[in-house]
């Protein structure tokens, strides 16, 4: 594959992505923290405040304003600050390349800024916009155009480990840091939905390039904690064949146990603050099981929350687990199992292969690769 050359300014294309130059983001703090192209760096030519005075003097007196606002509010000690974490981003990644939102003014003058200093950096053609709708064109041509197969499975049968297992997947609940359930958070912060979306497309392009085979995905619902997934994947999800993972319950309550309960536990250990980590544990159980009341009943949250501070002390005098692991075979059995029946009932003419782990990648080694 050819690979643009870096001394000159760049269009948006495949070949640009797949490199992963070290691009300089030079937009606002509030513009990147909405999405931005998988990577980059954020060294703004404008802070927040800047951005908006200087539009709102674009708006009302036109772009000659904007700019001498703009040139105003450089100050000597301003430009210089901004240079030297430019120069510093140069000299560390001397192959990469600048953008703003458009490939305009903002990208030009920082671009200009550097080659009066002595260097000379590239920029991305149209900018963010046009990176943007490089990433969403990807999603959807990729979905129109690529097998995948989807693997399916009731809770906690290992379908994200298989899914790290075959290379050729997208790991959708990577991507989104959520493990697409109630108790399915990560205690860090889920991306942006655009900075989903971006490093999905940019994953997916990695696959395509590399050869025509089919992709595995995990079959998710339409959200993955507050991440909406794309409607062409999802709309090519349900086209495509399914296997099905098989695991045996006792399996799956261990392997519950240790991401919910072991990991929550962990997290809360490694706090500093001075609350007792086994006190908010006990929190953290309940919380959740209070958010999914209205499809577990009344009756059975009361049982389980009532029963979570004992399995709670039982664990943490003991070591025991056998009151953790009655929880989450109620949480399995009386409800994720159900709504996994009725979302298998829907995808019963489309499963291809029924197995075990090892039995699944032996299936895909002979059908998918």
């Not at 349900?238 to 146990?257: F, S």
């Not at 809360?268 to 959740?288: G, I, K, M, S, Y």
């Amino acid at each position: 594959m050819e690979f643009p050359n870096v001394s000159e300014d760049v269009d948006v294309s495949d070949a640009l992505l797949l490199a992963k130059p070290a691009f300089m983001d030079v937009r606002a703090p509030v513009e990147f923290q909405r999405g931005a192209v998988p990577g980059a760096v954020n060294l703004p030519i404008l802070n927040d405040a800047q951005r908006d005075e200087i539009g709102t003097v674009y708006a009302e007196a036109g772009q000659d304003a904007a700019i001498a606002r703009g040139l105003e509010l450089a100050t000597p000690s301003v430009r210089e600050a901004r240079l030297a974490r430019w120069r510093e981003h140069v000299d560390t990644h001397p192959d990469g390349y600048l953008y703003c939102f458009r490939g305009g003014l903002r990208s030009r003058t920082t671009q200009q800024w550097l080659r009066e200093s002595g260097v000379h950096y590239p920029l991305v053609r149209g900018g963010y916009k046009a990176l943007r709708s490089h990433f969403l064109h990807t999603i959807e041509t990729l979905s129109a155009s690529t097998a995948l197969i989807v693997v399916s499975g009731a809770t906690g049968s290992g379908k994200t480990e298989l899914i790290h297992a075959w290379p050729r997947s997208l790991d959708l609940e990577g991507r989104a840091n959520h493990r697409g359930s109630a108790f399915g958070g990560t205690f860090s912060p889920q991306p942006s939905q655009i900075d989903f979306e971006n490093q999905l497309a940019l994953d997916w392009m990695t696959l395509a390039a590399e050869r025509d085979a089919p992709v595995v995905v995990e079959s998710e619902s339409q959200l993955i904690g507050r991440m909406f997934v794309p409607q062409a994947l999802q709309d090519a999800m349900q086209r495509a064949q399914t296997v099905q993972l098989d695991a045996p319950l006792g399996e799956r309550i261990a392997r519950l146990r240790a991401d919910y309960v072991d990991h929550a536990l962990g997290h809360f250990r490694a706090q500093p603050e001075a609350d007792d980590p086994w006190t908010r544990l006990t929190t953290h159980v309940v919380d959740n099981l209070k958010r999914i009341q209205r499809r577990l009943g009344g009756e059975t949250t009361s049982r389980l929350v009532a029963a979570t501070p004992h399995a709670v002390a039982a664990l943490r005098r003991d070591g025991d687990t056998q009151g953790f692991d009655a929880i989450i075979q109620t949480l399995l059995v009386d409800y994720y199992d159900k709504l996994y029946q009725h979302k298998a009932d829907i995808r019963a003419e489309s499963v291809v292969f029924t197995g075990g782990h090892d039995e699944v990648l032996g299936w895909l080694a002979d059908n998918a690769a």
